[in-house]
């Protein structure tokens, strides 16, 4: 029987009455189990964590799925990336799903493995270490033409695959 990538229903910031502290540990209860206790594995392999540094006594990775920016010490909360946190372990752990498309890409040094649920619009980014792979970042796609471009990307990948 084949396993599916089945998504939970979003954590809605409505939800906790414009109380971002609550929602923000809401938030974090799921990353804690989905990342520390109950830890995804992409096949096989073991998924580690960047824990530093540290910030407001979570770890580091919870701010690459859930804050958004390009310099790291100004990265800010991204709500839509926050109501999704509950997406990328069922997406790790269910890769081979037919729904997901999984491939590898080279940024800089770095090969990562992305994981995109199209019809969710919906990207993990994996960074492939050498015993291990680290959640790298996930978000939702809000520009098409960046869904476009990672399907083209996924295309070529797919063309040059060894069969």
């Known amino acids: 029987m084949k396993k599916t990538c089945l998504l939970p229903n979003l954590i809605l910031f409505k939800d906790y009455n414009g109380n971002f502290i609550l929602y923000n540990d809401a ?11 109950n830890r995804p594995v992409f096949k096989g392999k073991r998924l580690g964590l960047k824990k530093h540094p540290i910030i407001d006594g979570k770890e580091y990775t919870y701010y690459h799925l859930t804050h958004s920016g390009n310099v790291e010490a100004e990265r800010i909360p991204d709500i839509r990336r ?7 372990k069922p997406m790790i752990d269910f890769s081979d799903d037919p729904d997901l498309k999984v491939w590898r890409n080279r940024r800089g040094t770095n090969e990562r493995i992305l994981i995109l649920h199209e019809a969710e619009k919906y990207l993990v980014v994996l960074d492939n270490r050498k015993d291990y792979i680290l959640p790298w970042t996930a978000y939702l796609i809000e520009n098409n033409s960046r869904l476009k471009r990672l399907l083209a990307e996924y295309r070529e990948y797919k063309k040059q695959e060894p069969q």
Do not use: L, S, T, W
Request: charged residues 20%.
């Open 27 to 37: 938030v974090y209860a799921v990353f804690v189990n989905d990342f520390i206790k």
């Open 82 to 88: 926050m109501e999704r946190i509950g997406f990328p």
